[in-house]
């Protein structure tokens, strides 16, 4: 069974004039943005520190489909939450994720450079969130750096299974990265979790590209600067959804409805729910 509802994460940032601008004939209807997925991207990131409890917590609050989430590996072996290689971004600490340890990694503060309120939050670990989130919204995991983290995808794989989200209904949970050979890994390992996989490079948008990806994966989750209407049919003839990232401004959101995308990722998520 192919499986995956890919979204990406990641800075999509060349936008330029020419897919965009195509794009606003009409707004798109409330029907229609009820039928993309609405993903916050590692949380409700523009309003609350990325990869925190905090930011996930305001995203089910505004009413997410899925929260994304990154996945590294703490030095002594623990599955953690953050989206950078080094702590020094995003935390009061600087050094690698794997060259330090779970105790070290959740003594920083992750939530202050977001702002007062949020001073003391800390790395949460991957158990927490399945345990936290489960069940009340859907979680894309992307896997971070997996070739840094040999054996990762195993344990990932272990600890979705252990709470017996390896069949989970409604393709809540799903699975993606920018590795592909980590992909096909975890699709092995997970053969009824939806898979994606992640770009930014037109090189990757090619027919036989598209093609492999197939082979493997359910989504296929580009940046929304190589999103064209072209690709969306492609991807669709293959049997694929696709997901698109880092949606930073409504007229993004409004490029991507438009293109007829199943998935957008946002650091916004009152941008694709009208609701909010």
């Known amino acids: 069974m192919r499986n995956k509802l890919l979204i990406g994460t990641g800075v999509a940032f060349t936008l330029l ?8 004939a009409e707004e798109p209807t409330v029907g229609e943005r009820k039928q993309v997925d609405n993903v916050a991207h590692r949380g409700a990131t523009a309003y609350a520190p990325e990869n925190t409890v ?6 089910v ?34 050094g690698k994720v794997g060259d330090l340890t ?13 702002g007062e309120q949020y001073v003391g939050e800390p790395i949460p670990t991957f158990d927490e969130i399945l345990d936290r989130y ?25 600890a979705l299974k252990e709470r017996n989200l390896d069949k989970p209904q409604n393709e ?3 699975i993606q990265s920018f590795n592909f050979e980590s992909m096909k890994k975890t699709n092995e390992l997970l053969p009824q979790v939806p898979i994606g996989v992640l ?15 197939s082979t493997y994966a359910d989504w296929f989750n580009p940046s929304y600067g190589i999103v064209t209407e072209e690709l969306v049919n492609q991807v669709h003839s293959l049997g694929m959804k696709i997901g698109s990232w880092t949606v930073r401004s409504q007229e993004a959101a409004d490029f991507l ?20």
């Open 172 to 174: 809540k949970i799903i």
């Open 61 to 94: 609050d505004m009413k997410a489909d899925y929260i994304e989430i990154d996945v590294q590996r703490s030095k002594d072996g623990e599955l953690v939450l953050i989206h950078d290689t080094t702590v020094d971004r995003t935390t009061d600490g600087t």
């Open 257 to 276: 409805f438009k293109m007829k995308v199943d998935a957008i990722i946002t650091d916004y998520p009152d941008y694709v729910d009208p609701r909010n």
């Open 17 to 24: 004039f020419s897919p965009i601008s195509q794009a606003f």
């Open 102 to 114: 779970l105790e070290q990694l959740r003594s920083l503060d992750a939530g202050s450079w977001k």
């Open 134 to 158: 489960r069940g009340k919204v859907g979680i894309l995991i992307e896997l971070k750096a997996p070739e840094l983290y040999p054996g990762i995808e195993k344990q990932v794989a272990e």
């Open 54 to 59: 905090a930011a996930f917590d305001l995203a």
């Open 199 to 213: 770009t930014s490079s037109r090189a990757h948008t090619t027919p036989e590209a598209l093609q492999e990806f």
